[in-house]
């Protein structure tokens, strides 16, 4: 297992674009987490799922933005109209369940950047 | 609001030397504190983390104190190596990590040989 992939690594768009990004989860987690990590801040909160339910969702996940997990395997990130302000690093985690001491293991991230 | 605080932001330590970085929190509820290492266009990576049944928890170099009355916990790395210079964040959460991580704003540590 190679760990948590996360595609692309960067991304550049244009203000008003749509972007999707992807995560590919270490195989047998069945939690899988977004985080966003602005320069020079620790990552935040967006979402979570378990399997392919999606259980919590941050305050931070605004309407244009939404995650779905088909399958409870990898999972997809959009954000639909982009702002300057969505230029952030995206984290994917994932974990197994009842093993959470063992903590998150997290992607390397994609960097999207709003032009 | 920021629900975990870390300081200091940014800390310069000769080879050798211990580093210290110290984070408070005001959550009760928070029963689950990792520390994370992140190199630059990396991940986040577990380095060690502790609950609050116990007051100290040592891997290697790496040791965390933790201090429940006061609500503060601390990461100490011993004989510090320039290898280790990166930025490490402390990070909550409740229900022993099994939701969200609540991360502080993380702390630039450049060791000097």
């Known amino acids: 297992d190679t760990g948590v992939s996360q595609d692309p690594r960067h991304k550049i768009t244009k203000r008003g674009q749509n972007v999707t990004f992807r995560c590919d989860p270490i195989s047998e987690h069945n939690r899988l987490y977004w985080y966003r990590q602005t320069l020079g801040q620790g990552p935040e909160f967006l979402t979570y799922?378990?399997?392919?339910?999606?259980?919590?969702k941050s305050r931070l996940l605004s309407d244009r933005f939404s995650a779905e997990r088909p399958k409870g395997s990898f999972s997809t990130l959009e954000i639909q109209r982009t702002e300057q302000g969505d230029s952030a690093m995206y984290l994917c985690a994932s974990s197994l369940a009842g093993t959470a001491l063992f903590g998150y293991t997290f992607g390397s991230g994609t960097r999207l950047t709003v032009v | 609001q920021q629900q975990v605080k870390q300081s200091p932001q940014s800390l310069i330590v000769q080879k050798g030397g211990i580093s210290i970085i110290n984070c408070a929190y005001e959550?009760?509820?928070?029963?689950?504190f990792p520390w994370y290492q992140q190199f630059p266009g990396k991940g986040p990576a577990l380095l060690i983390a502790?609950?609050?049944?116990?007051s100290e928890k040592k891997e290697g170099r790496f040791t965390i104190s933790f201090n429940k009355s006061a609500k503060q916990f601390s990461l100490h790395i011993m004989d510090s190596q320039p290898g280790d210079s990166a930025t490490y964040f402390c990070?909550?959460?409740?229900?022993?990590?099994?939701?969200?991580?609540?991360f502080g704003t993380g702390t630039r540590l450049t060791v000097i040989p």
């Open positions: 959550n009760t509820a928070f029963d689950y």
């Open positions: 990070a909550a959460s409740g229900e022993t990590g099994a939701n969200n991580l609540f």
């Open positions: 799922f378990q399997n392919e339910a999606q259980l919590e």
């Open positions: 502790i609950r609050p049944d116990v």
